[in-house]
């Protein structure tokens, strides 16, 4: 069995390197979806915090989007709604839906951390095939003008 040769090495590390940049893509979006989660979950972590030493029927300001607020009063602060995923919402208690979103804001920052390294390792594979279709094009460059 012979050896392949230089054009078909430069032809599979190109391929690969496509095939790595593909994931590293999928990779970033995967990253931007997490960061927007860890923002959404610091944000109702530190609102709930912020909210539990109100009193009720403070009047406060209630965020509907484009820049718009509507006036109103701060009910009983003892049991929120807290979204579970799917499209379904469920009433906790206060602390209980502080602590929930606490738990899952640890998971979102695993998940974030382990993706960021996937990343670095991908990157660094890409930087090494780069490398080598560097040579490997310099050498049949240098081939091609022997001929």
Same mark, same amino acid.
């Given at each position: 069995m012979t050896a392949p040769s230089k054009e078909d090495q430069?032809?599979?590390?190109?391929? *690969?390197?496509?095939?790595?940049?593909?994931s590293v893509q999928v990779l970033q979006q995967r990253m931007q979806i997490l960061s927007a989660a860890i923002a959404d979950l610091r944000l109702a972590q530190q609102s709930l915090n912020?909210? !539990?030493? #109100?009193?009720? !029927? &403070?009047?406060?300001?209630?965020?509907?989007?484009?820049? &718009?607020f509507v006036n109103a009063e701060l009910g009983e602060m003892k049991k929120v709604i807290v979204g579970v995923g799917a499209d379904v919402? #469920? *009433?906790? *208690?206060?602390d209980k839906a502080i602590a929930d979103i606490s738990s899952r804001l640890e998971e979102v920052e695993k998940a974030q951390?382990? #993706?960021?390294?996937?990343? &670095?390792?991908? #990157?660094?594979?890409?930087q090494s095939h780069q490398e080598v279709a560097n040579r490997l094009s310099a050498e049949l460059q240098g081939e091609a003008k022997r001929v």
């Open positions: 430069f032809r599979r590390v190109v391929y *690969e390197l496509q095939l790595m940049d593909g912020d909210l !539990k030493n #109100v009193d009720a !029927k &403070t009047p406060i300001l209630i965020p509907v989007g484009g820049g &718009t919402s #469920v *009433e906790m *208690e206060l951390a382990a #993706v960021d390294q996937q990343l &670095t390792q991908i #990157v660094a594979q890409m």
